[in-house]
C-alpha cells in the first residue's frame, strides 16, 4: 500500500500526542460513551451495549499528521491497551491521527461547526483532515507544514513516551 503525500513509514505504533506527557488515564470499571448535545434524547453506551454492535476487522495503515505512519495495523473489537487508547478509541484511518481520539467516552452533537479559535494557532488543526488530500492544516498549504511538522515527531515522541513510563514505573 504506497503511503499518502509527505509521509514516512516508521518502525512500531509509538504513543503520540502532545499533552501525552502524563500517563494514560485510568481505565474505569465499567466504560461508557456519553451521546449528549443536539440529540433528542442523550443516550449512554455502555460495555454491554457496544459489544452487541456488529463487529468489523479493519487492516489499516495508521497515519498522523506530523508525518509519521504506522503501517499494517489490525483493529479488531477490543486489542486495545491504554497507551493506545482504552478503555474505547475511534478509528478512522483516511483521517489524521489527531482525529482518531483515544481513551473515548463522549460524543456532543452540533448542529453548526464549532467557532474558529479567537487567536490564530500555528498548529490549527484542518477540519476534515483527510490524509490522501493532504489536510493537514486549517489555513497554509501543505507542503508549508510538512517540514515544520516533521521537526516536531522527535521531541512530541520522547514526551508521550516519558508517560507511558510514568505509569508502568
Ligand atoms: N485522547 C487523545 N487522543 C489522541 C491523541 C491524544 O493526545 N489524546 N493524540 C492523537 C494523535 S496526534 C495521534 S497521531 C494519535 C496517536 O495514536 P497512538 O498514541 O495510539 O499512536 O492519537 C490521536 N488521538
Ligand atoms: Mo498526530
Given at each position: ?11 512500531g505504533f509509538p504513543r503520540f500526542g502532545t499533552h501525552l506527557h502524563h500517563p ?96 490564530w494557532s500555528p498548529l490549527a488543526a484542518h477540519r476534515r483532515a483527510r490524509v ?20 516536531l515527531i522527535g521531541p512530541i515522541r520522547a514526551l508521550s513516551a516519558r508517560g ?6
Amino acid at each position: 500500500m504506497p503511503l499518502p503525500p509527505g509521509q514516512r513509514a516508521v518502525e512500531g505504533f509509538p504513543r503520540f500526542g502532545t499533552h501525552l506527557h502524563h500517563p494514560p488515564p485510568p481505565v474505569p470499571e465499567h466504560p461508557v460513551i456519553e451521546i449528549d448535545g443536539a440529540v433528542t434524547a442523550p443516550v449512554t453506551l455502555s460495555e454491554t451495549d457496544l459489544a452487541q454492535l456488529p463487529r468489523q476487522r479493519m487492516e489499516t495503515d495508521f497515519h498522523c499528521v506530523a508525518g509519521w505512519s504506522a503501517t499494517g495495523l489490525v483493529w479488531e473489537g477490543t486489542p486495545l491497551n491504554s497507551d493506545h487508547g482504552a478503555p474505547v478509541r475511534l478509528v478512522s484511518p483516511r483521517q489524521y491521527g489527531f482525529v482518531n481520539t483515544k481513551h473515548l467516552c463522549r460524543i456532543e452533537f452540533h448542529t453548526s461547526p464549532p467557532a474558529d479559535p479567537e487567536k490564530w494557532s500555528p498548529l490549527a488543526a484542518h477540519r476534515r483532515a483527510r490524509v490522501w488530500e493532504e489536510e493537514r492544516h486549517r489555513y497554509l498549504p501543505a507542503r508549508v507544514v510538512r517540514p515544520i511538522y516533521h521537526r516536531l515527531i522527535g521531541p512530541i515522541r520522547a514526551l508521550s513516551a516519558r508517560g507511558s513510563e510514568k505509569r508502568t514505573r
